[in-house]
């Protein structure tokens, strides 16, 4: 059965840093992606990985910020968050897929089976 645990949502200054992590179990993934959802808004992929080479995307949204890594050992993703701004307020979320995949954008929902319960990130100005 799987499972995406994260963690390491907090409420923060802006211009301050935060590491998201989500703990995996339950399947070999193929492809990993971080979400976010801000209140009123729909969910947009920020980053994800392939697994297993561990080349990494990130929107260009939040590139130069945000970047994503794995810990394939501890079984563990994680999502470096950098100069924080107020505009990063939002429920993220550790996404996790078994698929094989011929291109595809990595950042649409529809590409993700798996997901996580959510770690809320909150920046004040």
């Known amino acids: 059965q799987a499972q995406l645990m994260e963690s390491g949502g907090a409420s923060v200054q802006a211009g301050g840093s935060l590491r998201l992590s989500c703990a995996t179990s339950?399947?070999?993934?193929?492809?990993m992606g971080w979400f976010r959802q801000a209140p009123g808004k729909e969910r947009e992929g920020v980053a994800a990985?392939?697994?297993?080479?561990?080349?990494?995307r990130v929107a260009d949204s939040v590139k130069g910020r945000f970047t994503t890594s794995q810990d394939t050992a501890k079984n563990f993703l994680y999502l470096q968050i950098n100069d924080l701004k107020p505009e990063d307020t939002a429920m993220y979320y550790c996404a996790a897929d078994r698929r094989p995949r011929y291109g595809g954008t990595w950042f649409t929902r529809s590409e993700y089976v798996y997901w996580g319960q959510g770690t809320q990130v909150t920046v004040s100005s």
């Open positions: 339950g399947y070999r993934y193929i492809y």
């Open positions: 990985i392939y697994v297993p080479d561990g080349t990494t």
